[in-house]
C-alpha cells in the first residue's frame, strides 16, 4: 500500500507533483491559522475571524490533492490534464489568499464592496470560484467517459464523487449569488447573517469525491473480487447519497443550520 502510494508522487507528472505540493501549503495555512487562534483566543465565529483563511486553507488543501489525485485515474489527454489541474491549483491559491488577505485586513471577503479594493476582491473570488466550476464540470464529464484501465469499482466512486461535489459547487454559487444580490440590494447585513445558509449541504457534499474514491482505492488492497469490491462501494455511495440528501432537506427545511 505504501508503495502504491508512493508511486503518486514518483511517476507523477509535473503538474500533478505541483498540485500535491501547493496543496500541502495550503493545509499547512490552515493549521497555521487554527494555531493562532487557539493561542491568542481570538473569535471563532463572525466574518471577520481568522476561522474563514483557517477553513478556506484546510478545505481547498485537502480538495487540491484530491483532485489532481482523483484525475490521475480518469482519461483525459495530457494538455488538458495540464490546463484544467492548472487552473484549479491557481484558483485554489487565489481564494485561500484573498480570504486570508481580507481576514488579516479586518474586513469581510465576501459580500464586501464597500471600497474599490473590496469590490475588486471581492470580483476576483467571483471569478476564481467560476474558474473550479468549470474544471469540475469538465472531470466529471470526463469521469464518465468509456475508461476500462481503471476498475469499475474505483470508476463508480469517482463519478458519484464528482457528482457530488458538483452539488456541492452548485450551493456554493447559490449561497454567493444570494449573498451579492442582498448586498447591491443594500441590505449586507442581511447577506453576512444568510448569505451561508447552505453551509451543511455545501460541506457534506464537498469531500465525497475524496472518501469514496479513497474506500474504492483501499478495497482494491483486499483480497476480493471486483465485483465484491463493487457492492461495497454502491453499498457505500448510496448510504453516502442518503445521508447528502437528508441533510441537505433539514437544511432547507431551517431544522439544520450553519
Excluded at 62 to 85: D, K, Q, Y
Excluded at 179 to 204: D, E, I, Q
Excluded at 228 to 251: E, F, H, K, P, Q
Aim: proline fraction near 4%.
Amino acid at each position: 500500500m505504501f508503495m502504491s502510494l508512493r508511486s503518486f508522487w514518483v511517476s507523477g507528472r509535473r503538474i500533478e507533483r505541483a498540485g500535491y505540493l501547493v496543496g500541502a501549503l495550503l493545509l499547512i495555512s490552515g493549521i497555521v491559522h487554527i494555531a493562532i487562534l487557539a493561542v491568542t483566543g481570538a473569535a471563532w465565529v463572525g466574518p471577520l475571524s481568522l476561522r474563514k483563511p483557517a477553513v478556506f486553507g484546510l478545505s481547498f488543501g485537502i480538495s487540491l490533492v484530491t483532485i489532481v489525485w482523483v484525475a490521475s485515474f480518469l482519461p483525459l489527454a495530457e494538455r488538458t490534464r495540464l490546463a484544467l489541474l492548472t487552473i484549479f491549483t491557481a484558483a485554489s491559491v487565489v481564494e485561500t489568499a484573498l480570504v486570508s488577505l481580507q481576514a488579516w485586513r479586518g474586513v469581510p471577503s465576501h459580500f464586501n464592496v464597500a471600497t474599490a479594493f473590496d469590490a475588486l476582491v471581492a470580483r476576483a473570488l467571483a471569478v476564481g470560484g467560476i474558474a473550479l466550476v468549470v474544471v469540475i464540470v469538465g472531470l466529471t464529464a470526463t469521469a464518465f467517459r468509456r475508461n476500462p484501465a481503471v476498475p469499475i469499482s474505483l470508476r463508480r466512486a469517482i463519478q458519484v464523487g464528482f457528482v457530488a461535489l458538483c452539488v456541492a459547487m452548485a450551493t456554493g454559487a447559490t449561497m454567493i449569488a444570494r449573498g451579492m444580490m442582498l448586498v447591491f440590494g443594500g441590505n449586507p447585513a442581511a447577506a453576512y447573517a444568510t448569505g451561508g445558509a447552505l453551509k451543511p449541504t455545501h460541506a457534506v457534499t464537498m469531500h465525497g469525491i475524496l472518501v469514496l474514491p479513497l474506500l474504492a482505492w483501499l478495497l482494491s488492497f483486499a483480497d476480493w473480487t471486483e465485483r465484491d469490491r463493487l457492492r461495497v462501494v454502491l453499498l457505500v455511495s448510496t448510504a453516502y447519497l442518503m445521508l447528502a440528501g437528508a441533510i441537505a432537506i433539514a437544511n432547507i427545511a431551517g431544522i439544520v443550520e450553519p
